[in-house]
Structures are given as C-alpha cells and as structure tokens.
C-alpha cells in the first residue's frame, strides 16, 4: 500500500510504525499518519467514504469481520489498510509544520507554503500538475530556491493526554525576552553556533524584513518542565497563550482553506493552574496538562495500542445466546432507541406488537420464539446467557476453545486443530505439561485501538473499558488512551489479518500451584512485586492491578521466550516472525488458566512456511525444550544477569533477563519484555532448585 500514493509500506507497519498519530519519516519529508476515517478525495463514488479508510462503506474490498471481536470492540467490522491497487491510500499531512532551510536558516510555515500554487506545482514531465503537496516533495526554500530543500525541525511538544504540536518557536523567543507584543510579525531563523551540538549552541532569532536583529536566544531550556508553566505572568504560560486548545493533527486540517490542524481543548484547563502556596503533589498533577519538549524521533513520542485477538469457531462459543444474534440484537435496538429518543424503551413489546405481527422470522431466519428468548436471554442477569467483552474473558474463550476437541468449523472458518496427550512430553525432567494442541490454520486479528504519548498503557484490560466505570487515576490513564477515529461515530477499526499456524502448551495446574507456594520462589518474586507495586502506587493505582500477577505467570513467560528463541533455530522462523500469548489466570480463579501458545504472527510468506505445527510433536518438541532450557542456564552476561537482585528494565520488573538470554523483539512479546526471569525458570545459582523445569 501507499502513503498519499507516493510511500511504499507494508500492512503490518500501518498498525504500528506508521499508524494513524504516528511521525512517519521519509527523504526530506517527515509525515503524520491520518485517522482512517478523514475524508479522501480521490474516492467520489460514497457518501461515507470518509468511514472505511477512503473506501465505499457498502462495498469494503478489505473488510474484515470477527463476531466475537466485533461484540467486544462494539464496532460494525475491522477494516484492513488499503491496498496497492485501491484507489484509496493511507493519508498523511506534514508534521511538523516548520521547515528550516539549511543554507539561510529562515524558518518556513508549511501552511503558507502549500498556499502559492505558482511557486509549488510540478509541472515537468507530468500529464497533470500537482502541487507539492500532492506528490509529498520537499520543498525548495523561497529564499534560496535553487536546490536547497527544506528540511523538517527536529523539536515538538506532545502532552500526556495526546495531543501533540511543532514547538512554538516564535512564543518561546518572544515571550522568554519580554517581548509578548512582537509575536507573529517578524522572520524567525534557527542557526546552530559552535562546534557542539548542545542545545546551548542552538539559537533562535527573529528579524524584521528589512534584515534588523529583534531578539535571540538559545534553546538550552526547553526540555525543562517549567518552561510552559508560568503562574505569574499569562503571556509566559504557553496553555493560556494557546487558550487552552491543542492539536491533533491526526483529524486533519479544520478545513481545506484553514492554515491549522484540528484542536481540541485541553480538560479541566485553568490559569493559573495552581496556586504559590500548592504542595508538590498538586503542582506535579497540574504540570502534567502542559505539554513537553520532545525530540522528533523520539521513542516516547507514540505507543501503539494493538490487541491480538484469535478468530474462533462459532460452534467453541459456551453463551446460551449466538454471538451473531448478539451483534444483530444490539445494532436493531441502538438504532431503535434512537429513533424512539428513549432509553428505556420496551424492545420485546416493540416486537410482539409490530415486527412479528405478520413475520414469523426475523434476522438471518431466527424464528419468533428464538428470537424473543434469546432477547429476554440477553436483557437478563444470568451469566452464561452474557457475551464475554472483557480481555480476561476474551483469553479465556480462546482457552477453552483451543482444549476443545471435534469442533464443527464451518467452511470459512480458519481453524483447525490435533489435541496431543501431555504424558508424551517431558519437560526439564518434569512431567508438567496436561496436554499439546497442534493449530494447524489459525487465524489472527491485530486490531488498533490506539495510543498513548509519553508513556506507554499501563494496563491492557484499559482497552475495553469504558469512562463510566472507572474512577480516580485510573480514569485518567483510561483518558490517555488516542481513539484513532477522527468521527466517534465511525463504527470501525483499523485491523490486519494473519492465517498461519501454532503451538499450545497447557501445564499442569495443580503442579504450577503447588510450586508457587515454595518460600524461596516467593521471595524471589517478590522483589518483581513489589518493583511493580511501587510504580503504580507512583500513579496512584489499586493494588488489586497486580492480581493478574504470579510466579507462574513469569516463569511460563520467560520459558515461553526462552521456546520462541530455539523454535526460530529449528524450524526457520525468524523470532520477530513468532508471537506469543500468555493464558495464566490467579490462583483465586474458579477457571484456571496456565498456557502459552506461539503461533506466527507476520503477514507475509515467512507467516506461511508450515514448519511450526510439525515442532510440536513430542518427537520434536522434547529436544527443543531440552536446548531452551541448556542455553538458558548460562547467559553471555552472567553472573550479573543471573545475580540480578533488586529488578531492571522498565518498572524494574525483570530479574535475570536480558537481550543475551530472553528479550524478544517487542511486537512478539505481549507483555513489552516485563515480567521476566530466568531464575524462575532454570533456578539461580544461590538456590538452584527454585526453577520450575529444575
């Protein structure tokens, strides 16, 4: 697919690398990536072309459909990037909106560029001109002209909250110097001075037209916190200067002829944000509604939120009522409800008396009788009568389903699986394994929810909650989350699909149990707890978070890392080409879940190769392990690896884990390499038998 016709990319990277809110860099050209619903152009053929990535809405060539998933994201269906032979494309508009000449060092507007048409059109060898902007050029300074293009600066601010904005050269040097009033009328020019490149070495400077100095200054202070904030003076408090509104140029532009990327207004904004008598507390919550400087390229500037979800058999689904019914009930009765401008209103009357009252079926052949239970089903309190919607519920479905034996798939389901015996398998002399299942098809969603700026989501269990039933910060971790629709009434996500195949453990329970309860595993454990604790309790986060947290969650984490790493070994898969998913409920749950299951997870020819399913067998997969856990006894950085007794990495929640022995790529772990140790699984040198597969 392209990126505004002009950038090659693949499916998988408009998910993640490049997609909608992402900076995108290319050759001379830094873009951010558009909502999927931002109306396209090129596309005159549908009314809401702007709802399916430029595509017509009845007519999706890359619709992508999952009941079950469907139910829980409470969307319509998931729709794929376009394709190279799409006459739609994935849109990007220039971000940041400053260009800066490296000849002249004038500072240029991107918006006032794109408005000289005569200047910025293409004419040479083309059929039709197309400006610029059309063909995503670089742009040739209006100073110099010739062959000096501008090139994109490397400051912006970005907030917390999401919204993200070129850095305010002109507000900074202006108001900084006392100067409020010269803001927006002279000539800005970014020089690098000296031989370093310190930020101290970094000037700006604004002159008047005739070429006379304003005012200077040096960029030394703008990663610091307080350079946004000012409780005294208004016109030195960037929030105030702005009005409290910040962009998110993912909508787009207000309009074709505006020079401005769509804002919103930042909540709970007041100047000044906290008064000279507030405690640190106070001042620390209040500074976090300001944005920061951050560096374009910067690793904390865009956190793709994309959940994993495995495509099941219908016949797998345990609830009294069909998922599909489900579906069909809730969009018949939203629509209805707003029609009749009545929340409370009687659907089961509405159809006794009106629907029914000459058909016999309604919704994909469902009798009256079917229909009216299943409704009375849904409305009610019994549970198993409730569509699952929770992340916990949703790995637990996939559980259940993946021990299921005799499924009846339909022609296009993609699944297919061979439940093998534990007893075939031996694991570190251990007979902890219940049982194998060999996924021969399986078939993959990756749906993108979103994301976050500055830092990552803290809990993955956010992403199907909503507003009205969370509080405190909780609450406000849940608001970070970046919806990647530009209309909230657009009922779609952006998703790819992967058909490939895997593997699925299932240990022991009662095992796993009874090894937990060793003092000297918990004491080892703790450390990672308690590292895990504390950074929540720095925002202000329940306890109960960290419930979902054993030792046999790390210890079948890092085993399963440790697997990956020698399947890629055997089997040709490379390990950025094999993801995982942790099933591992708490020891206080009625249904426990302790699995892992490793299936491929690219999209392209390495996806397909069909060398996994034929590892799982005992023949195979004993020996594998064997190596795994080996090569896991020894690390290339030990003994500090190994030794490693007060946690690292980020919230300090690894233990002996590092890129030598167990780190995967990030898009194959599900957990973004935490909860991690070696210890856990093989022992460590103090207490050897404290390792599960000892």
Not at 245 to 270: A, Q, T, V, Y
Not at 397 to 421: A, G, H, P, T, V
Request: hydrophobic content about 30%.
């Amino acid at each position: 697919m392209g990126i505004g016709k002009g950038q090659d990319i693949r499916t998988s990277q408009a998910l993640y690398t490049y997609a909608p809110g992402s900076i995108a860099d290319f050759p001379g050209l830094s873009l951010m990536i558009l909502s999927h619903d931002v109306p396209q152009d090129n596309n005159p053929s549908a009314k809401d072309r702007a709802k399916v990535w430029g595509e017509d809405k009845d007519k999706v060539p890359n619709k992508l459909e999952d009941v079950r998933l469907q139910l829980a994201f409470d969307v319509d269906f998931f729709i794929s990037p376009p394709k190279n032979d799409s006459i739609a494309c994935v849109q990007a508009i220039r971000f940041p909106a400053i260009q800066r000449c490296d000849k002249c060092s004038r500072l240029w507007d991107t918006f006032m560029l794109e408005k000289d048409h005569n200047l910025y059109t293409d004419r040479s060898e083309k059929k039709v001109a197309l400006t610029y902007d059309e063909t995503f050029s670089a742009y040739k300074c209006p100073n110099c002209k010739k062959d000096n293009l501008l090139k994109p600066v490397r400051f912006v601010i970005a907030t917390e909250d999401g919204h993200i904005d070129d850095f305010p050269f002109d507000w900074y040097l202006h108001s900084q110097r006392g100067k409020p009033e010269e803001i927006g009328k002279h000539n800005l020019f970014l020089y690098y001075t000296g031989a370093s490149a310190s930020l101290k070495d970094i000037k700006i400077q604004s002159k008047t037209k005739d070429g006379k100095n304003v005012c200077t200054i040096s960029l030394e202070r703008i990663f610091e916190n307080e350079t946004f904030v000012n409780i005294k003076d208004e016109t030195k408090d960037y929030l105030k200067y702005v009005n409290g509104r910040m962009p998110k140029p993912w909508h787009g532009k207000r309009n074709n002829n505006n020079d401005e990327f769509k804002s919103e207004l930042i909540d709970d904004f007041i100047w000044p944000p906290f008064s000279e008598s507030a405690d640190d507390e106070e001042k620390k919550n209040s500074i976090k509604k300001y944005p920061r400087t951050l560096q374009r390229g910067a690793g904390n500037l865009y956190f793709p939120i994309v959940y994993k979800g495995i495509s099941l058999p219908r016949s797998s689904s345990k609830s009294d009522v069909p998922e599909e019914f489900t579906y069909t009930y809730n969009k018949f009765k939203n629509q209805l409800i707003e029609i009749m401008n009545d929340d409370e209103y009687d659907i089961v009357n509405h159809l006794e008396t009106k629907i029914f009252k000459n058909e016999e079926s309604l919704w994909k052949g469902y009798s009256k009788n079917q229909t009216l239970n299943y409704i009375k089903l849904t409305n009610s309190k019994k549970e198993d009568s409730l569509i699952k919607f929770t992340i916990n519920q949703l790995r637990e479905q996939e559980y259940n389903c993946f021990l299921k034996d005799n499924l009846k798939i339909d022609k296009n389901e993609w699944y297919d699986s061979k439940i093998l015996n534990g007893n075939e398998y031996t694991f570190g002399n251990k007979k902890i394994v219940q049982k194998v299942v060999l996924l021969n098809k399986l078939r993959e969603l990756k749906i993108f929810k979103g994301f976050t700026r500055i830092k990552p989501l803290m809990f993955e269990d956010l992403i199907l909650e909503s507003k009205e039933g969370l509080t405190g910060r909780k609450k406000q971790e849940f608001a970070r989350i970046q919806d990647p629709r530009s209309d909230l009434k657009t009922n779609t996500l952006p998703a790819s699909e992967v058909k490939g195949e895997g593997i699925f453990i299932e240990f022991n329970s009662k095992e796993l149990l009874e090894w937990e309860k060793n003092p000297k595993v918990k004491e080892r454990f703790n450390i990672i707890l308690k590292n895990f604790n504390n950074y929540n309790h720095a925002f202000g986060i329940e306890e109960e978070d960290s419930s979902f947290l054993s030792p046999r969650y790390v210890a079948i984490h890092t085993f399963c890392h440790l697997l990956i790493n020698e399947l890629s070994i055997e089997c040709g898969y490379g390990s950025s080409s094999l993801s995982e998913i942790i099933y591992c409920s708490s020891s206080k749950s009625k249904n426990q879940m302790n699995g892992i299951l490793i299936y491929t997870s690219t999209s392209d020819s390495e996806g397909t190769l069909g060398g996994l399913v034929e590892k799982g067998s005992s023949l195979f997969l004993n020996s594998i392990v064997e190596k795994a856990l080996s090569k896991a006894k020894w690390c290339s950085s030990d003994p500090l690896c190994i030794d490693e007794k007060n946690g690292k990495g980020f919230m300090g929640v690894n233990l002996a884990s590092c890129h030598s022995c167990s780190l995967l790529s990030e898009t194959s772990c599900c957990n973004m390499n935490k909860f991690l140790d070696r210890g856990l699984v093989i022992g460590t040198l103090d207490n050897p038998g404290i390792g599960l597969f000892k």
